[in-house]
Nanobody
Framework: QVQLVESGGGLVQTGGSLRLSCAAS????????MGWFRQAPGKERQFVAG????????AYADSVKGRFTISRDNGKNTVYVQMNSLKPEDTAVYYCAAEGPLIGPYDVALRAAADFGSWGQGTQVTVSS
């Protein structure tokens, strides 16, 4: 497993932008699929975006498609999510997740929370109206 630490959350107005970062420990980051999830108060944790171990494949929830962009820098052991055109309904705690090491040519973006074995502590994002 890897240790994950999120950063970049905060308070932003509707229409604003934030970039979340997730730093991972270990020397095999490039063999891990990564993902972002979020959980609003009283709601279940939901998938936001996923990226394959190489970065060549990405996946998004319909609610964020066109507004959020997931990326990774394997040299820095970090995954990002750029969030633009933020809405009040994007308010939640955002969690970074990792699954791996994934051996061989398996290089797809994962979507299900149950597919991820490591989780960060989360970072709060609040979008004011």
């Amino acid at each position: 497993q890897v240790q994950l630490v999120e950063s970049g959350g905060g308070l932003v107005q509707t229409g604003g932008s934030l970039r979340l970062s997730c730093a991972a420990s270990g020397r095999t980051f490039s063999s891990y699929a990564m993902g972002w999830f979020r959980q609003a108060p009283g709601k279940e944790r939901q998938f936001v975006a996923g990226i394959s171990k190489s970065g060549g494949s990405t996946a998004y929830a319909d609610s964020v498609k066109g507004r959020f962009t997931i990326s990774r820098d394997n040299g820095k052991n970090t995954v990002y999510v750029q969030m633009n055109s933020l809405k009040p309904e994007d308010t939640a705690v955002y969690y970074c997740a990792a699954e791996g090491p994934l051996i061989g040519p398996y290089d797809v973006a994962l979507r299900a929370a149950a597919d991820f074995g490591s989780w960060g502590q989360g970072t709060q994002v609040t979008v004011s109206s």
